[in-house]
């Protein structure tokens, strides 16, 4: 069943504007001012100072999530499946944030380890499935 879900468009942050907003800001301008202001105030003025920011370069938006099925073979023994596939994934993020050489190798490398850990497990269940029921049309 789909939900909704609040989340920040990340896409939208540029640094170098949330930066140069950020030290226009109360916090960066008049630092003898802080001197004064209890821990408590402070905490609000940073609090504030940094939600309308990102507010302004990446809104909160509601988008709507659907679940996606979970593979039928992959049960709680496929420990090493889902770690494989865990830094597979985390290879591939950090590939297309860097688009280098060396880290497309590393995530093809983990891509390879993951298929070698869960493709016997996939390939089992299928057969037994298909085997189980061969009678039932």
């Known amino acids: 069943m789909p939900r909704l879900v609040s989340c920040r468009a990340w896409k939208r942050y540029e640094r170098d504007v949330f930066a140069?907003?950020?030290?226009?800001?109360?916090?960066c301008s008049n630092i003898e001012q802080l001197n004064e202001k209890s821990a408590d105030d402070l905490a609000v003025l940073y609090r504030d100072v940094m939600t309308?920011?990102?507010?302004?370069?990446?809104?909160?938006v509601t988008v709507c999530r659907r679940?996606?099925?979970a593979m039928p073979w992959f049960d709680a023994q496929c420990r090493r499946c889902r770690d494989a596939r865990r830094k597979a994934r985390?290879?591939?993020?950090?590939?297309?944030?860097?688009?280098?050489?060396?880290?497309?190798?590393?995530?093809?490398?983990?891509?390879?380890a993951m298929r070698e850990f869960c493709e016997p497990k996939r390939r089992s269940f299928w057969r037994?499935?298909?085997?189980?029921?061969?009678?039932?049309?």
């Open 52 to 60: 309308q920011p990102l507010d302004k370069h990446c809104p909160v």
């Open 20 to 27: 140069r907003d950020l030290a226009a800001s109360q916090l």
């Open 90 to 112: 985390t290879a591939d993020r950090r590939f297309r944030r860097k688009r280098t050489d060396v880290d497309k190798q590393v995530w093809a490398d983990k891509l390879k």
């Open 128 to 137: 037994t499935t298909i085997w189980a029921n061969s009678r039932n049309s």
């Open 67 to 69: 679940p996606r099925p």
